[in-house]
């Protein structure tokens, strides 16, 4: 069988991004199927320059295929976005056209491509951004879309709908998301599958980067990705801020990602960029616990990354997918206001018994249910469904 990926950008960045780019290297690696990714030159979801060098590459048995960007996001998108928000249900067409163009990334050499592509099966993701919108139409008897999605003004767009309702299959990271897309448009009639993401091992604890980003003294909390409003993180620092003022402690607060806004390091709150895989599980593995305060999540595969290094998660309330995986796990706990979120630091900076017993819970929970030899066994059977 051949099948094709299609992502706006690829490597270590985007959550749905880095997720699908996983299981296309994780396929063409364990089977015999012919595998293709196509994508962007782009490396920023902000502005979508060209970052990488356009053409074809390999990585193991994966073909990698970038084409350069026509149109990043530009000035116009700011007041198209704000538009939507206002009202999605009255937007008409022509304007729905302009914000998924002006939002990026361009690339009609990308169109092209997957217009003459041979695969049996198209797979995009996720499904906010223009290669999406613009080339999935273009197939849709083969085109799968992995939504990705989670409750905002977009999904509730008439072109979604059209895209979702058009589609050969449907893809879910969680059963909340597929609940959530179901709710808003009519879907019941077209294939679909929960399959979750899988997670690399983890590396060794190294002792010795935490060291060398001035960790080695104090205890720490940590949130990883994406550090902007969208995501919580504002929010999450603004709870912290007032945490510590009312319960002074050692610990402080390690945000790893790259800041939309700038976020001044403090005695508090420590910012880590551009942290490489191996610094990554380093500092998972090093920290109490971990922090996902979005409320904005069809998966969140830094909570089972956390679990793989043995920590346990504290989640926002409100995100019903990371909620979810939290109460299937027991792998920590949530929150929904202040008093919540001060309870729960407390008991998990304070207890090191149920900090271990809910990230061994966690681990327990994503091995049994997103190894990734599950995961590939359950993608290679509704390929062959659809087929």
Known sequence: MKVAFVIPRYGSVGGAEHAVSALAMRLAKESTWEVDLHTTSARSSTTWANEEGSGSTTAGSLRIHRYPVDSGRSAEWGPLEQRIKLGPSSISRDIQEQFFYHQGPVSFTLKEAIKESQADLIFFAPYLFWPTMAAAPEVSDRAVIIPAAHDEPYLRLSMVKELLESSRGLLFGSAAEQKLLYQHHDLAHLP???????????????????????????????????????????????????????????????????????????????????????????????????????????????????????????????????????????????YRNYPEFEVAVQRLMSDKEFREKCANNGMRFGEAKYSWQRITARFKDFCKHLV
């Open 192 to 334: 679909s599958t929960v399959l979750g993401w899988g997670t690399e091992t983890p590396m060794a604890k190294d002792s010795t980067i935490t060291e060398s980003f001035g960790l080695r003294e104090r205890p720490y909390v940590m949130s990883l990705g994406r550090i902007e409003h969208a995501k919580g993180t504002h929010g999450l620092i603004d709870f912290w801020r007032n945490f510590k003022q009312r319960n002074p402690c050692k610990h402080q607060l390690v945000l790893v990602g790259d800041p939309s806004t700038e976020i001044p390091n403090d005695s508090d709150i420590q910012i880590i960029r551009s942290a490489d895989d191996r610094a990554k599980w380093a500092l998972l593995r090093d920290a109490d616990f971990l922090i996902n305060p979005s409320a904005m999540e069809s998966f969140s595969l830094v909570l089972f990354e956390a679990w793989a290094a043995g920590i346990p998660v504290l989640v926002n309330g409100y995100c019903n997918a990371t909620k979810g995986h939290v109460e299937d796990s027991l792998g920590g706990l949530w």
